[in-house]
């Protein structure tokens, strides 16, 4: 197949930042998907009403006039109870938990997972219906800090059965075998977990732009990714985890931890796929999944794809993409918005 074409892609995980910045990415995440679950780590995180119609209304005018819905996040704090939940029901598809100080502005997170204290706001989302979106590390050894997080997503996903809950940005096997013990636990897979691993980040010359929380792993760990993503398990869906830096904050002494990759990712996961000789499982890992997850309808958009060669940008204002210079062998061609 030299050609394909994915209706409504979706990226259920997208740091699309504020000011200057939202302008750039916005729109380049917009031009590709049919919309994106936005992350709320902004500084200061979003964390009320306010703040998410604001916010909101910051991605609908950076967007302009491309179809791209929005499906907002509430930073998690364990002082939300149901009347405050309840009130936000609408204007919100997830709420995001980050242990406190694991990544970039997750300062005002998470400490300890005392799951009585967090029991409260937990019950809500569960008796409202809201997804709960962990980023699942611990603070322990850098390379551990994933599988160390699993009892933890065991424990929510036992006390609360009946609340969806999902893992953000998975990069071990250990999280792979996870997903089947419980039936309310899912997860993302971004492209960069899929492509990469400790080796391209640290094995030579030191690659910032490929940088990110968690951090990239083993081979047998991308393997297990891969094999859930490229036969689109019923509970994997795309995430981008597509998190911009200026170039000054990545290629610095103390680097960021974030991959940009919104503009290169359905190019290059349709090489991915196609390499695996799984093109006709994409649509499910990037749309199908997600809608069926989350029970969303996106607008309509249709993407297509064609195996040319597709060279990427040294840069999108500010940032570095992956792959920055590099080729891709596959490229969008045509994006068709509305009607059927
Ligand atoms: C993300 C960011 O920069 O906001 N960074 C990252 O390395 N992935 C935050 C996150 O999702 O951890
Ligand atoms: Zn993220």
Redesign the pocket.
Known sequence: MDSLTIDRPLDMHL?LRDGEMLEVVAPLSAAHFSGALI?P?LLPPVSDGKMLREYGERIAAAVGEESFERYMTLFFRSDYDYDFLSSLRESITAVKLYPAGI???SEGGVEGFDIAELSETLEAMSELGIPLCI?GESNGFVMDREAEFIPVYEKLAENFPHLKIIM??ISTKESVEALDRYENLFATITLHHLLITLDDVAGGLLRPHLF??PIAKRYEDREALRSVALSAHPKVMFGS?S?P?PRNAKEAPGC????FTAPIALAALSELFDSHGALDRLQAFVSDNARRIYDIEPPAKSVELRKEPFVVPERFGTVVPMMAGEEIGWSVVKVTQGGE
């Open positions: 740091h992350m780590n990544t970039t502005n980023h953000e940005h990110c929380k985890d998190a830096h960021a931890a974030g991959v």
